[in-house]
């Protein structure tokens, strides 16, 4: 019985506080009247009657907060008071609130957004069950289809392995249906099986799907079954036009399933034909094994032993990329998302440093408020309450601070989360798959509301620790014991440390930017449009696609505007690949292993007009380059000087990767950037389109223009479309968005971490400047004094500038050393600059020592005009 | 904050509330009343400190009140003793007279 009266009385004192309230009330008002009559009846006045029930009754305020305290809710009603009072202060000092609540807000958010994608990208199970059995095989080559038949029967520490590659189709419904480009997966049959991913319908391969002669088969994504065919559950057994060939939907994929990353909407097998050149020619394949259950590292090791030795028995290999020798087995998510790794830690670092440094501020403020607010600490002290209570009173307003931050932060994160993921360095698919996690928001608010209590340890420990005259007996100035500024000079320091690591960072992703833009891609971007254009081979012949081709491009050339348009197999700078060893005739000692590995490009006419090439010697295609005439070619100035040095390229004949016979070199252009901006240019060579692939599928049509070339966008796709209707147009970017992406990753490095430095100096900047003027509050009548005595001005002014900056120049050094330390994180991700460049430290640590002595000055002036006797007088 | 009354005397209220209102339900300033009227003002009770008393054995579940008329058709809140009550009660009064028997035999040394 007893739990429930307790329950009963508690929940009613909680609940129904006004009416128990009332009840005392009028309880207390009852006995007072009684009494009061009954001392009337024994003969006293009626206000003497009244007057002496109350002395009788004692304390009538001190009873009834004994009565209420018997509720025994008096902890969570000061509790409700003390957030209430908390709220109201916060309203009180809008200004400073809001620095508070915001800066915690942008670290807080941050934090639990950078938190939650990392997260999802590194650490969350890919989708596939056990990824941590599956293994990509020597993943700095590629492999070709006789290896993999090869390897795939002696590997006996795995239970299967596949070998798989991306490739971009048309997709057609029903030959009616307009046509559009997809990216698909295609594999060997064992793919799924490695995977061990079941299908959501139909199947997924089987065993003979890679052979020649097999019906051509595709399992579809989740993703492109829903956008292109309604999730259609009747599509399987359906026969779609892939490359215009009838292909057999024979399964759908589970939703949320994708390999190898989500761009990649369709499972096609591969065509592994011994008798096909490709089979035993260049490497394009990705192998991928699934480990045996159990099996140890010892396993594994013997394992690859075994491998080396099998492909040393069969293969002769060049030293350059010998497979014997190279081993090295990576833990497929390693292979997927390694490279994320790095830039997605340094964000997460950075956040988690500004939200150190919103902390340090938040208690910095409140401690020079807390000085502040001495008069008041001392008023409520001399009217009883006590030292635990205003404790919990600093307490309370530091947490309500740092929750109404921390909800801020966790709405900020919810409302900016997409804009943020699409600003991250990661592959476009993989955004996608990120959301935000609810643990994370939990962990956001857990997070807060744990800094609140840190950081109301500076403040209570002053209030606490300032012994009985702590607590104000001089009014306002006495603000403060030693403890409180020592404190203080420590949270200045741990603020110019933490801001110095965020700016050295920024500048050291400056200077790296500055050092890819200086890079010379060996072309002019401005004006260039690049058009993937395809004709599915299925079902068109090569003089369809031939004199497709050639339409498109004349139609090109006379849309108003148009400089200049031509085709190309390879986009510069974003598409790497098609590249081999060819032969060299006037080099015949170059055999095998040893022939030049060089880049393969054909171009139609135009197309290095269009992309402003320079031109070392000879001449340029021209419409008589034909098939039929005289095969021709133009190699790279890498090329031309690695192979004939001190000579003339022209007049040679070389081979070319992906073509048969012998072209001959008629002119020499300057280095264009292949696969990326920042690896060394290849040798490479481009053929005429018409003596190589003049009936090729696809390519890309570069388009000059002098205004805007993603104004000539919809006109193209409608001359594609108009041109033939079977046709399907892929990625459309501008040369100079090309060029951009290639260093995307660091702009977009270089975007946050200038956003956290600027925050984290402006914070540092409240701090420097807070604590500054504090110290010359405090100290005024000080000044006055001296003032009064003589003192130099100029002296006075120095003396304050120096309590400022002291703990700064001391936190600039500590942070100087921690950003060294820490910079090893930025080496991936740098280009051109040493992660220990000096003059980026030097730079971070000028713009914090400006800043901060700016921030200083600003109330040292003030000091140094301290009217002697307005200060004295106000003491 | 009130003055902390030795748990002794408090104890002692406590009993004596338990007691008066064994006998019939009261409101505060009856409790009062009788306590004074029965050990003719032997025992002053402070009639604020009574309330709290009161409160604390309300959320204790060993009384409990309601809102009553008195004879001048006043609005009261009586209280009145629950089972538990009467049983804290026995347990108190066996302590006390313990105690004080005790403390008799200790002063009836000679």
Redesign the interface.
Known sequence: ??W???IR??MRALLGRDTMEQ??E???A??L???AE?LEAEGLEPREARRLARV?????D???????????VRTVMELGADIRFALRQLRSRPGFSAVAALTLALGIGGTVALGSAAHGVLVKPLPVPAEDELRVFWSAYNWRGVEFDHVKERTPVFQEVAAWSNEGYSMRRDPGSPSSLISATVGSAELFEVLGTEPLLGRTFQPGDDRPGAEPVVVLAHGLWTRAFGADRGVVGERILLDGTPTTVVGVMPEGFYFPDPAFEAFVPLELDPEDGGYQGNGWLVLTGRLRDGAGPDDVAAGVDAITRALGERFTYPEQWDKTRNAHLVPLREYLVGDSRAPLLLLVGASALLLLLASANVAALLLTRSGDRTREMAVRAAL?AGRGRLARQLLTESVVLSLVGGGLGVLLAVGFFRLLVDGLPLAPALRDTLGLETGALLAGLGGAAVLGGLVSLAPVRDLLGGGPSGLGTRGGTAAGGPGSSRVQRALVFAEAAFAVVLVSGAALLVRSVDELRGIDPGLDPRGVLAVDVYLGPGETEAPEREAFFDEVLLEARALPGVESAGLINRVPVRDGGYQGPIGIQDRPELTDTNRPNVAFRTVSPGALEALDVAWVEGRSFDDGDRAGSLPVALVNETMARSLWPGKSALGRRIQATLAPGWFEVVGVVADVAVHDLVSPTPMAAYYPRAQTEASAAGGFLLVETEGDPTALAEPLRRLVGTTDARAAVGRVETMDQVLDAAMSDNLRLRFFLLLFAGVGLALGVVGIYGVVSYAVARRRAEFGLRMALGAEPSRLLAQVVRVGMLPVAGGVVAGVAGAALASRFLREVLFGVAPTDPAAYLTAALILLLTGLLAALVPAVRAARTDPVGALRAE | MPKPDSDMIRGTLDMLILKVLSLEPMHGWGISERIQQVSDGALQVNQGSLYGSLHRLTRQGWIASEWGRTENNRRARYYRLTPAGERQLGVETTHWDRLSGAVERVLGLT
Do not use: I, T, Y
């Open positions: 019985m007893r429930w009266s307790e009385v508690r009840e005392l009028d309880e207390v009852f006995h009247e009684r009494e009954k009788r009754f004692g304390g009538v001190r009873h009834k907060e004994a009565a209420r305290e018997a509720w025994g009883g």
